[in-house]
């Protein structure tokens, strides 16, 4: 659906974007993370055809951004960071307007009206001045607004910035329903929404995507040693050090609690692969039982800052 190469913005001297790849494919939500001045507002910008790249190529569908940058915006609706309202005007007054600059036909632009009332819950406030809502109805506005001419594509930018956990979930129910249907790029700062939002996830640092895969893969694909825990009842430490300590891969076994017939352990492998079936299969041949086996991933916040540490 996109595709993204060795795309490119200079400001002056500055490289706020630095020769990035990236393809989303149609009916995915990919959520593009990054810390503040990381250059994802300046990718969004280009995306969307408010800025002219330095270098590199768009292309969505069967356009390029430098030659068919009105048929793209056709297919876009997008939601900036500040969402442009008109604070006097009446929800359902801006909404016929922006239906009428998208020259919709009359029966269609009723009925995307209701649509966007209904998915965004934007009913009860379509006869109140913009103005008088709070940030969350506002970013609804904003929402509605974008998605009213139906585009293929919609690219959000920080789309809960400033809004408080309730009005964060609200929001994030309506991309995933509007997930099921168009494909999303999304920026965010908050790594839970991605996690819980997005199909996949771009991380940029510096202008440079260091990042990009699903959710669990990237999770374990993230260099370091990975830890398993293992509880067991009837065993003792000696015992389970002797057994499973020469399994390959293994760094280091640690008792971290005992109870009266339970022993939990927590093994430190190398990041060269799953040891699980392994230490199962060890754990079987002996009278142990077995309570608990897991390993323990990564969390996309200690990724995130992983990967994008200044040094």
Not at 72 to 100: F, H, Q, T
Not at 198 to 203: A, G, S
């Amino acid at each position: 659906m996109i595709q993204v190469e060795h795309l490119t913005k200079y400001y002056d001297d500055l490289c706020a974007v630095d020769h990035i790849n990236f393809n989303v494919r149609k009916g995915e939500i990919l959520g593009l993370l990054g810390p503040n001045g990381a250059g994802k507002t300046t990718t969004l910008r280009m995306l969307t055809g408010y800025l002219r790249p330095t270098k590199g190529t768009i292309r969505v569908k069967d356009y390029t951004i430098d030659k068919h940058t009105v048929e793209i915006k056709k297919l876009l609706g997008y939601l900036p960071e500040s969402a442009p309202l008109y604070y006097d005007m009446l929800v359902y007054d801006y909404l016929d307007y922006v239906a009428n600059m998208r020259d919709l036909e009359r029966n269609r632009k009723i009925s995307r009206i209701r649509y966007m009332g209904d998915i965004c819950g934007l009913n009860d406030v379509m006869h109140k001045s913009i103005g008088e809502l709070s940030k969350g109805f506002k970013q609804r506005v904003g929402l509605a607004h974008a998605m009213l001419s139906d585009p293929e594509i919609l690219v959000l930018d920080e789309p809960t910035l400033g809004l408080d956990p309730n009005q964060i979930v609200e929001i994030r129910d309506i991309v995933r329903r509007i997930g099921k249907e168009k494909t999303i790029i999304l920026s965010t700062h908050i790594l839970s929404e991605a996690e819980a939002a997005c199909d996949r996830i771009v991380i940029i640092h510096q202008g440079k995507i260091v990042a990009d895969s699903v959710t669990e893969t990237l999770k374990q694909s993230v260099s370091g040693e990975s830890t398993i825990h293992i509880s067991l009842k009837n065993a003792d430490f000696e015992s389970v050090k002797k057994k499973l300590g020469p399994v390959e891969g293994i760094v280091s076994l640690v008792p971290i609690g005992q109870g009266d017939d339970t022993l939990n352990v927590k093994v430190t492998c190398q990041p060269s692969g799953d040891l699980r079936e392994d230490l199962y299969r060890r754990i079987k041949r002996t009278g142990w039982i077995l309570l608990e086996l897991h390993q323990e991933t990564k969390s996309l916040e200690s990724i995130f800052q992983e990967l994008t540490k200044e040094n």
